[in-house]
């Protein structure tokens, strides 16, 4: 059963680079039928779809955050990562690593595993 | 890209049928049939309930069931039980400058 995991500090300064990691098990991330993805959440507040890479290292972003994230790929130990730069309070959030699918040549937005999700807060 | 609109509240009794609606653009959900619904309980991950509009994932329950008409998908769950009460949020592939975009998300109540 395919199982993910997030990992990384739960508190970031303000203007300093946030760094997760999702570890996968049960399952190889090198594969042409999923991409992987982060989702965040902050407290309170609805979903918001940060990016995606596959395992080959294409990436998607959402436009509002592309200029402060990198999403990275690491077959060898099945990680992916999510860096996000300058934080500041509002990137405080809970951020879930998810898996979804890609058919032909379009990501599907069928998020089907997730891990448990990881709070992070962003404090001086 | 701003949210999709959804409800903020929807509430039902048991045994009703209630339906959640999902408002986008012709650039989302009225251009493509790649809508997606996910159900999140208080503290816990979301969960795929519905993918491409009207398919149901294995394990799901044939009480939830989605569709779309134009710019609008709509996601209803019948013989409401007390476990559905949940957030429950539509998700929609998309031509603009993003690749996905997420509703802004329908607390359901069981009455």
């Known amino acids: 059963q395919l199982q993910l995991q997030e990992s990384g500090p739960g508190l970031v300064k303000p203007s300093e680079t946030l760094s997760l990691t999702c570890t996968v098990s049960?399952?190889?991330?090198?594969?042409?039928?999923?991409?992987w993805g982060w989702i965040r959440q902050p407290p309170g507040k609805g979903l918001e779809w940060i990016g995606s890479i596959s395992y080959s290292g294409r990436t998607y972003y959402n436009p509002s955050l592309k200029s402060r994230v990198t999403i990275s790929a690491d077959t060898s130990n099945n990680q992916f990562s999510l860096k996000l730069s300058s934080v500041t309070a509002a990137d405080t959030a809970v951020y879930y690593c998810?898996?979804?699918?890609?058919?032909?040549?379009?990501?599907?937005?069928?998020?089907?595993?997730w891990g448990l999700g990881t709070l992070v807060t962003v404090s001086s | 890209q701003s949210a999709m609109t959804q409800p903020a509240s929807v509430s039902g009794s048991p045994g009703q049928s209630i339906t959640i609606s999902c408002t986008g653009t012709s650039s989302d959900v009225g251009g493509y049939n790649y809508v997606s619904w996910y159900q999140q309980h208080p503290g816990k991950a979301p969960k795929l309930m519905i993918y491409d509009v009207t398919n149901r994932p294995s394990g799901v329950s044939n009480r939830f069931s989605g569709s779309k008409s134009g710019n609008t998908a709509s996601l209803t769950i019948s013989g409401l039980q007390a476990e559905d009460e949940a957030d429950y949020y539509c998700?929609?592939?998309?031509?603009?400058?993003?690749?996905?975009?997420f509703g802004s998300g329908t607390k359901v109540t069981v009455l």
């Open positions: 049960g399952g190889s991330i090198s594969t042409s039928y999923y991409y």
């Open positions: 998700c929609s592939y998309t031509s603009s400058s993003s690749l996905f975009v």
């Open positions: 998810a898996r979804h699918r890609i058919v032909g040549a379009t990501p599907r937005p069928w998020f089907d595993a």
